[in-house]
């Protein structure tokens, strides 16, 4: 109840997927494997020990986990019985959201998709590295975020969007807005963030656009961006989403 007083509206930028969550004892045991990589006794590492590690002695991995005692389950399945806060929410990712893809190769990651699903992104002519990528990105965050903005439909009006806008200077060279590309369009801190980078009054207009439509949503509930079509509530029928590209548009029925 009191989270619920708290909080007004959700934004979620590339949110985590579905995935399996860690127990309490995975997680110890994954700290222990932690610690010894670092050269200490693993578990009989104590805290003075690992507070006097520098922070990159530490083996880097991205775990999600539901402990019991702080998290006593997993969001998705809170989601899913219906324990979200019904408030307005705008919940989106990045085209090239895969770029956060470091467990494996893209390549091995498509390995393990069906053939008939494969066949679908072939007739994209993803291939390779890119089959991966997408395969990936769709999986991580894409297909999570339509489902979480479809659950949140039957309330307060949810928003779903594709982050697609690629800078002026690295058009032609990557294969998409990477994870985490939208957050200095967002709050514009490209000066201080970037200060080498040189912006094209394009990159500069998409800055001021994702300003406005995340404004807009923090003030109304609503986001209105400025050079975009008016941005339809998602629906399961409808099927609707913002494409935050160089020419926004809405699109219907995205993968």
């Known amino acids: 109840r009191k989270l619920r007083e708290l909080v007004d509206k959700a934004i979620v930028q590339s949110g985590f997927s579905w995935g399996s969550p860690f127990s309490l004892r995975e997680m110890e045991t994954l700290g222990s494997w932690a610690a010894t990589q670092a050269g200490l006794a693993g578990k009989d590492a104590t805290s003075a020990d690992l507070r006097a590690l520098h922070p990159d002695a530490l083996p880097k ?10 998290q006593s389950e997993s969001v998705t399945t809170a989601i899913a019985r219906g324990s979200m806060i019904d408030v307005p929410l705008m919940i989106g990712w990045t085209d090239f959201d895969g770029s956060s893809l470091r467990s494996t190769s893209p390549e091995a990651f498509s390995e393990r998709a069906s053939e008939s699903l494969k066949v679908v992104y072939h007739a994209e002519g993803k291939t390779g590295a890119d089959l991966g990528y997408q395969m990936y990105t769709d999986q991580h965050v894409g297909a999570p975020a339509r489902w979480v903005a479809d659950q949140a439909s039957g309330g307060a009006p949810s928003y779903l969007y594709l982050f697609s806008y690629v800078r002026t200077a690295n058009r032609g060279r990557v294969r998409g807005a990477a994870h985490g590309e939208d957050m200095p369009f967002v709050f ?3 000066g201080k963030t970037f200060p080498q980078l040189q912006l094209s ?10 300003q406005s439509c995340w ?15 008016d941005w339809p509530p998602y629906t399961r029928a409808s099927d609707q989403l913002m494409d935050l590209a160089m020419q926004p548009k809405v699109l219907t029925g995205f993968r």
Not at 215 to 229: I, N, R, V, Y
């Open 215 to 229: 404004a807009s949503f923090a003030k109304t509930g609503k986001p209105e961006c400025e050079g975009a079509p």
């Open 188 to 190: 514009d801190t490209w």
């Open 201 to 210: 009054d394009e990159d500069r207009a998409a800055t001021s656009m994702m």
């Open 61 to 70: 991995f991205g775990i999600y986990s539901v402990d019991g005692p702080l």
